[in-house]
T-cell receptor, first 116, second 113 residues
């Protein structure tokens, strides 16, 4: 079981470029979540997806950020026209479907985005 | 507003001492509470998960308790070792927030040899 796989581990982008972050959930997990950790800050929820559906995007910035979880392939977090304030660690987590509260989250190792 | 608080923000202890890490939450209608460990520059490793119906969970030197009435969870690490140095995060999943986890700010632990 390979766990939650995120790539790339590190990503450097110039201001104005696009950043694409990928996440493959654990085998058997159908729910994917993205969290952002700004330097010296806690983890903040961004978006929750199931296959082909965005369930909750209440933590996503209104502009430049989007996420998808297609029927085939990994979940993608896309940041257009990056700015320095987007520099952060982006973590993906996955969980199985609802089983009454016993299911926990498994996190990936994160993608560290640096905007120069 | 749902809040999760971890105090202290940082803790330094000599090797061998027991660690007590606190997590407070405002919404007692939880599904579960999960403790994680994060090493510098790394991802999160799940340590223990306590379901709403449970009072505690144990794994090796780790024990986590849950008291919904007081809005508290405590993580105990017995006989600390330098390898326990890391940031410890608690996160709760509550009924009002669906499947989201809400994290505390973490406690940064240093175990001195």
């Amino acid at each position: 079981n390979a766990g939650v796989m995120q790539n790339p581990r590190h990503l450097v982008r110039r201001r104005g470029q696009e950043a694409r972050l990928r996440c493959s959930p654990m085998k058997g997990h159908s729910h994917v979540y993205w969290y952002r950790q700004l330097p010296e800050e806690g983890l903040k929820f961004m978006v929750y997806l199931q296959k082909e559906n965005i369930i909750d995007e209440s933590g996503m910035p209104k502009e430049r950020f989007s996420a998808e979880f297609p029927k085939e392939g990994p979940s993608i977090l896309r940041i257009q026209q990056v700015v320095r304030g987007d520099s952060a660690a982006y973590f993906c987590a996955s969980s199985p479907g609802w089983t009454g509260g016993a299911e926990g989250y498994t996190f990936g190792s994160g993608t560290r985005l640096t905007v120069v | 507003k749902q809040e999760v608080t971890q105090i202290p923000a940082a803790l330094s202890v000599p090797e061998g001492e027991n660690l007590v890490l606190n997590c407070s939450f405002t919404d007692s209608a939880i599904y579960n509470l999960q403790w994680f460990r994060q090493d510098p520059g790394k991802g999160l490793t799940s340590l223990l998960l306590i379901q709403s119906s449970q009072r505690e969970q144990t794994s090796g030197r780790l024990n986590a308790s849950l008291d919904k009435s007081s809005g508290r969870s405590t993580l105990y690490i017995a006989a600390s070792q330098p390898g326990d140095s890391a940031t410890y995060l608690c996160a709760q999943r509550i009924k009002a927030a669906g499947n989201k986890l809400t994290f505390g700010g973490g406690t940064r632990v240093l175990v001195k040899p």
